[in-house]
């Protein structure tokens, strides 16, 4: 069986690039390793090159078990930004860690994993990418091993993945074991001719559960403020946004292209799924006096409204999903930063230390100001222009879902504000300037910049998911 090689050269360069800077680790004496993050950034602005040049290169390999369609390719690109900024974000930190290599290669490991997910056309792909994912972001959220908090972060993930794995296990053989297959597409064809039986349905139950562990999804989400909390900043802006995209660029996969045949059956779960998600992750944030607590509810309300455009099961859906992924990586990243930076300064991670903070680093103010209130849906800031896609597609037939949507953006505003608050309002007790290094700076500068623009114009983003999107429903 032939293999065209071409539609995995973005994975092999990855992983080329992860062992590499690995051995090179192993090679470079430890007091000039402080390039090694410059590199990493480098050949992943390579990378993403690579995957913009062949856009237009789709199709199966593995016998359909390895699906490249632009939807995946879309996909993949928000993972390698996200690699991207969290690199170029990070370099001061991890050269004050030490161990670079290691870190930056388990990072790049990780973007292989998020990728291999992306492009499951089986349940065997998918689980092979969703661990390789998994097993280095275990190894990236106890990066700190000397640290209390990053040691019990690290215990907390390993089991609580462990045990959502089994349960996403025990689904996938439910259903082989009912269709006689593994392979997405087969699968469809299969459940489409029969009926939803007990069986089937308890493991679309069991897959709705794994993967409502790895988006953070209510009541699925426990772990996620703890981890968020002691894993390294950096660490936890990736594990914020790029394994959230790619648990969405899987569950779209598998629900909306393998079980559409009993549509009707898992809908309205997914969408009170999203409703008790929407609404626990933005109340239980208002009470958070830890910003890192409060991002990590925030994020869990976040991917309630992803979960809208599961809900919808549609094109206009699957691009509302899209889009918002990639909004998302841009003002996560962007409040992720500055929250890593200010700690850099200051050493505490409790917001009423924020005070005075537009005195002391006004970037840093206007980036965490700028990604708070996207995130909160404020116009004409990118947050707003995602909800407006993501809820206008379900509209029709879930208008309470809207309502309670468009009743949690607003009361979100009032915790992101008041983080705006004691920025700005407040006097701040020591008004020495924080300064950050340029690599950090130009992180802050792009997410920024980004956010506005994908608000304000977001024709060309908007026009480029939709042709991804389509390419879900067409098989190469």
């Not at 071409?6 to 000039?32: D, K, Q």
């Not at 004050?96 to 349940?123: C, P």
Request: aromatic letters at 12%; hydrophobic letters at 55%; a neutral charge.
């Amino acid at each position: 069986m032939g293999i065209n090689l071409s539609l995995l050269s973005i994975e092999i360069l990855t992983a080329i690039l992860g062992l590499a800077i690995l051995v090179l680790g192993l090679v470079v004496p430890s007091n000039a390793r402080r390039g090694v993050g410059y590199v990493t950034c480098l050949f992943l602005l390579g990378i993403l090159g690579a995957s913009i040049l062949t856009w237009d290169n789709v199709g199966t390999v593995f016998g359909g078990m390895y699906i490249v369609d632009q939807y995946s390719i879309f996909f993949k690109q928000i993972f390698i930004i996200a690699a991207i900024l969290v690199v170029m974000g990070s370099m001061r930190y991890v050269n004050e860690m030490g161990s670079q290599s290691e870190y930056y290669s388990m990072l790049v490991f990780t973007l292989l994993g998020m990728m291999v997910m992306a492009s499951a056309g089986d349940f065997i792909t998918l689980y092979l990418g969703l661990e390789l994912m998994t097993i280095a972001f275990c190894i990236l959220v106890c990066f700190r091993k000397l640290e209390t908090k990053s040691v019990e972060a690290g215990i907390k993930y390993i089991l609580l993945a462990g045990m959502s794995s089994a349960v996403l296990l025990y689904g996938m053989s439910l259903i082989y074991g009912l269709t006689g297959t593994v392979q997405i597409n087969e699968i469809a064809g299969i459940v489409k001719q029969g009926t939803a039986s007990p069986l089937l349905l308890l493991g679309v139950v069991m897959l709705i559960a794994g993967f409502g562990f790895k988006i953070s999804a209510v009541p699925f989400h426990m772990w996620s403020p703890d981890v968020y909390e002691g894993a390294p900043t950096p660490v936890t802006s990736f594990l914020a946004v790029g394994s959230k995209a790619a648990s969405f660029a899987i569950i779209l996969r598998v629900f909306v292209g393998a079980l559409p045949g009993i549509f009707s059956s898992w809908s309205m779960v997914v969408a009170i799924l999203a409703a008790v998600t929407i609404i626990i992750g933005n109340l239980v944030a208002i009470p958070q006096t830890n910003i890192k607590r409060m991002l990590a509810y925030s994020s869990i309300g976040q991917a309630g409204y992803i979960l809208v455009g599961l809900v919808a099961a549609t094109e206009a859906g699957i691009k509302g999903v899209m889009f918002y992924a990639l909004l998302y990586v841009f003002s996560t990243v962007g409040a992720f930063t500055v929250v890593s930076s200010v700690f850099d300064a200051i050493g505490s991670e409790e917001i009423k230390d924020y005070a005075g903070l537009s005195q002391r680093a006004p970037l840093l103010a206007a980036v965490l100001t700028m990604s708070m209130l996207s995130m909160a849906g404020i116009p004409p800031l990118a947050g707003f222009v995602g909800k407006f896609y993501l809820f206008s597609t379900i509209v029709d037939n879930y208008l309470w879902l809207v309502f309670i949507g468009l009743v949690m953006s607003m009361i979100s505003v009032y915790y992101y504000l008041r983080v705006a608050l004691v920025i700005y309002r407040d006097k701040p007790l020591d008004e020495t300037p924080i300064t950050v290094s340029s690599s950090v700076a130009i992180t802050l500068i792009i997410t920024m910049v980004i956010t506005v623009i994908l608000g304000v114009y977001p024709g060309p983003v908007a026009e480029i998911s939709n042709t991804a999107a389509h390419s879900f429903f067409f098989l190469p």
